[in-house]
């Protein structure tokens, strides 16, 4: 699995020969790309409707690219209207198997305009990753943790609209992956945070779980 930060929320992973990318806010400040750099995607996943999530740039990229757009029902209809040809309206819950990726919808704990915020689980056949979407820390990660043995999980940390780095280090030792990656941070003012504040609470909380921080455009390779 090789898992490339494209700044704040948003990440391209590729797996099994398949590219997936999660919440593209390829407009913002800390994104190393552009919509135009996009050239290839399968599925492009959205938690929520919230503009640093990138759906405007999700529908763009599957227009571009035929990729499937997976988000909650109401959302998924509003890409329907706007042109997007493959989309899948889940809700929480429920799955899809889109060749032999499986994404499942989970909850989070936010706010958005459309539908309710959401996270992913996404199942690959060589490893299985969680995105949390906005959130703060919910005991029902425990579950996600026992159900799908996640190997990786994106955890926002950056406070102020979702969870910072001790609640996001409460939520690493519930979901129990082998990697945390943070994410939404150093974005905006409003959102600075320490990140080895982080790393320090989840050797507190988690110590079997590895840390990886990964900057804006750059990429990692993991083995699960």
Same mark, same amino acid.
């Not at 806010?25 to 919230?50: E, F, R, Y």
């Given at each position: 699995?090789?898992?490339?930060?494209?700044?704040?929320?948003?990440?391209?992973?590729?797996?099994?020969?398949? +590219? @997936? #990318? $999660?919440?593209?806010?390829?407009?913002?400040?800390?994104?190393?790309?552009? &919509?135009?750099?996009?050239? /290839?995607?399968? +599925? @492009? #996943? $959205?938690?929520?409707?919230?503009?640093?999530?990138?759906?405007?740039?999700? &529908?763009?990229?599957?227009? /571009?690219?035929?990729?499937?757009? $997976?988000?909650?029902?109401?959302?998924?209809?509003?890409?329907?209207?706007?042109?997007?040809?493959?989309?899948?309206?889940?809700?929480?819950?429920?799955?899809?198997?889109?060749?032999?990726?499986r994404v499942i919808l989970v909850h989070s704990f936010h706010s958005c305009e459309k539908g309710t915020p959401t996270g992913f689980v996404v199942e690959f056949p060589s490893g299985t990753f969680y995105h949390s979407g906005d959130t703060g820390v919910f005991q029902d990660m425990a579950l996600f943790g026992e159900m799908y043995g996640i190997d990786l999980f994106f955890s926002c940390i950056g406070d102020y609209y979702t969870m910072?780095?001790?609640?996001?280090?409460?939520?690493?030792?519930?979901?129990?992956?082998?990697?945390?990656?943070?994410?939404?941070?150093?974005?905006?003012?409003?959102?600075?945070?320490?990140?080895?504040?982080?790393?320090?609470?989840?050797?507190?909380?988690?110590?079997?779980?590895?840390?990886?921080?990964?900057?804006?455009?750059?990429?990692?390779?993991?083995?699960?």
């Open positions: 699995m090789r898992v490339t930060y494209l700044g704040h929320a948003s990440f391209k992973v590729e797996c099994d020969g398949k +590219i @997936v #990318l $999660v919440d593209p806010w390829l407009n913002g400040p800390t994104s190393p790309i552009k &919509v135009a750099d996009v050239d /290839k995607a399968d +599925i @492009v #996943l $959205v938690t929520h409707d919230h503009g640093d999530h990138g759906y405007a740039e999700a &529908v763009e990229i599957c227009k /571009k690219t035929g990729a499937y757009f $997976v988000a909650i029902n109401e959302l998924g209809i509003q890409a329907k209207s706007e042109g997007v040809e493959n989309v899948h309206t889940l809700n929480i819950g429920g799955s899809v198997k889109i060749g032999d990726i910072d780095e001790q609640q996001a280090a409460v939520a690493t030792k519930l979901v129990a992956p082998h990697v945390v990656v943070p994410m939404h941070y150093d974005t905006f003012p409003e959102i600075t945070a320490n990140t080895d504040r982080f790393v320090k609470l989840v050797a507190e909380k988690a110590p079997d779980v590895k840390v990886e921080i990964i900057k804006p455009g750059e990429s990692k390779e993991f083995n699960f």
